[in-house]
């Protein structure tokens, strides 16, 4: 039956929680993809930290038949997608293997900022888009105030807007009615040689790596011999299948049809995503647009907090990295944390992600340093160093510039917040951009650099406002920063762990707060230890930890007791003058991580 008329392909959008996921299992349950037994909440949700945080990671789809009311029947091509800002490139992949989308909106929340972000990168590619209104069956729902916000905001048409529940059902059927009449069949030609897109891909224990495509031209079959253009490879196909949700064997998929194939790749870092994959005994000349690769935009340090656990770690950000390619990760060796790993992460979220991942899954204990962004760093001799950790900045006389990434950001916020927002922005070296009104909701766009936000902002944004205003961002480029190396040195010893990247305005502050929050977190030794923090060879900051003092007087009395009282002090001195120059200060984990909350508490 699936002419390619007949064949809908796409995908669900929204912000974080307006309902994607259970719109979604309300559709698979209207159309038969899983009986009343096999259904349960958030079904394609499939891992646990998915289910127990609520939120979608990994975007999934779904093959569904679908019988109309003219009696014609379709076949149904659903990719559900997260909402959270560090998976949009989940997003943007997935609009490109479709031609529209539902744009759900939660009734009682009204458009935020990733409601934008998600809508804005679909009407780029020229989508579809069905306006939903979702959770009507709350009582803080309010459908017309919605619906002038999506005009205002966003600039949609909201006549056909349809008003639904994904809990109760309600409003399903118009949905679906809308998908069929509504948005276009896929452009394709099933006669020409096979061209189709490579949109994710995923590592099987018993298959190898699973490779979802999207078919374009022509048809993909079993024991067909494919080519991947981007690295010229050939391979046989050895399955082909939809999922429906459950995994489903096929012997073929045509032009404008979802599915997955296996072909016996063992690493998913040769499938590389948006690549064209076409008929090796007739190659493609032309490559599909494809997308741009994922780039991480925050690194940190992960170490083991027993040493022992390092082959541990390594094999469990191998295992990790098999099915999240956007996850990228070198050794590294620190003086005070032994040997780990400089790990890239698309945000905080993806970074606390991967972290639980490793301490559930692996069973590993992990010590995180403080979060940073990559800078360019060019040289006085013409060359340019992308620089991830600050303790490899090469010597200040060596560097003509330091450039910072910088972002673009959008607000959505009650207006009754809007000064104190504006403050955080301005403290964090922000530049107004923009400034809009719908209602009484303040949309408003910042240019911030990336390294101010990616630590506390979007936290702080939601406890000053009760939670109301919603954050999203994306990377404009990089633009030169007046930025200083903070070093900090314990006994005169640096602490490579703790160096961080700052603006030079921001740096006394920092170090001052740095050096008091360590001189409460590092134990007393027998002899006193300076904490200090330097920016090149400048102290700007210094704390004392004092050192115990053994009272060796007291059993001293008598004649020329004095004396005696003298040259013991004069002895126990050079004895911690030589204890300080050999002994080893031991910085215990809880320092690092009381570091990490400096800024958060600020």
């Known amino acids: 039956m699936s002419t390619i008329d007949h064949i809908r392909n796409f995908a669900i959008i929204a912000h974080i929680d307006h309902g994607k996921s259970t719109l979604a299992d309300r559709i698979i349950h209207k159309c038969g993809g899983l009986t009343d037994r096999e259904m ?3 079904v394609l949700d499939t891992m646990d930290i998915e289910r127990e945080r609520g939120i979608t990671i990994k975007a999934q789809t779904v093959k569904l038949n679908y019988k109309a009311k003219n009696g014609k029947e379709y076949i149904l091509n659903i990719i559900d997608t997260p909402g959270h800002v560090d998976f949009s490139y989940e997003v943007s992949r997935s609009l490109y293997a479709c031609e529209g989308s539902i744009l759900i909106v939660d009734s009682t929340q009204g458009v935020e900022a990733q409601t934008l972000a998600n809508v804005y990168q679909a009407l780029d590619i020229n989508h579809k888009i069905i306006p939903v209104l979702n959770k009507i069956d709350l009582p ?9 916000q999506i005009e205002d905001v966003i600039g949609i048409d909201t006549e056909n807007a349809i008003a639904c529940s994904g809990k109760t059902g309600q409003g399903v059927d118009e949905i679906l009615e809308q998908i069929v009449n509504f948005l276009p069949g896929p452009i394709g030609n099933p006669q020409d040689d096979l061209k189709c897109l490579l949109v994710d891909s995923w590592y099987d224990t018993y298959l190898g790596v699973v490779i979802l495509v999207r078919v374009i031209n022509g048809k993909i079959s079993k024991n067909m011999k494919i080519k991947m253009m981007s690295t010229n490879q050939e391979y046989i196909v050895e399955k082909v299948g939809v999922f429906t949700p459950k995994p489903k064997d096929m012997n073929e998929l045509n032009a404008g049809e979802i599915g997955f194939i296996t072909t016996g790749i ?4 040769e499938t590389k995503v948006g690549d064209t994959i076409c008929d090796a005994t007739k190659p ?15 690194f940190c340090g992960l170490f083991p907090v027993d040493s022992s656990e390092y082959q541990k770690l390594k094999d469990g950000l191998a295992k990790l990295q098999l099915n999240d390619a956007s996850f990228s990760f070198e050794a590294e060796s620190s003086s005070a944390l032994g040997l780990g790993f400089r790990c890239g992460f698309l945000g905080l979220l993806h970074l606390e992600i991967i972290t639980e991942r490793l301490e559930r899954e692996f069973d590993v204990n992990l010590l995180t340093t403080t979060p940073g962004v990559v800078y360019k760093v060019y040289l006085n001799n013409g060359n340019m160093l992308d620089l991830q950790n600050p303790s490899t900045l090469p010597d200040p006389t060596l560097i003509k510039i330091i450039e910072e990434p910088w972002i673009k950001a959008t607000i959505i916020s009650p207006d009754q917040y809007l000064g104190s927002i504006i403050k955080l922005c301005q403290d964090k070296r922000g530049i107004q951009t923009n400034l809009n009104y719908s209602g009484n909701r303040a949309v408003l766009s910042y240019e911030l650099p990336l390294n101010e936000v990616v630590f506390d902002f979007n936290d702080r944004i939601k406890s000053m406002t009760s939670g109301y205003a919603s954050f999203d961002y994306e ?15 314990v006994n005169g010893e640096p602490v490579d762990a703790l160096a961080m990247m700052i603006h030079k305005d921001f740096a006394q502050r920092i170090g001052r707060e740095v050096c008091e929050k360590l001189k409460d977190l590092i134990p007393r030794h027998n002899f006193m230890i300076p904490v200090q923090a330097a920016i090149g060879g400048k102290i700007i900051a210094r704390e004392t930890i004092k050192g115990f003092k053994k009272d060796v007087l007291t059993k001293i009395h008598g004649g020329g007791a004095r004396d005696r009282k003298r040259k013991l002090l004069e002895k126990q001195k050079k004895g911690k003058a030589r204890s300080k120059q050999f002994g080893k200060v031991e910085i215990p984990q809880e320092a690092f991580i009381g570091i990490l909350k400096i800024s958060k508490e600020k």
């Open 140 to 148: 803080a729902s309010d459908i017309e105030k919605t619906k002038k």
């Open 475 to 489: 990377i404009i480029g990089h633009r030169e920063g007046d930025l200083v190396k903070l070093g900090i040195l």
């Open 266 to 269: 063992k690493a998913v870092l």
């Open 40 to 42: 349960k909440e958030q």
């Open 284 to 298: 493609s000349i032309k490559a599909l647009p494809g997308f741009k690769p994922s780039k991480p935009v925050v």
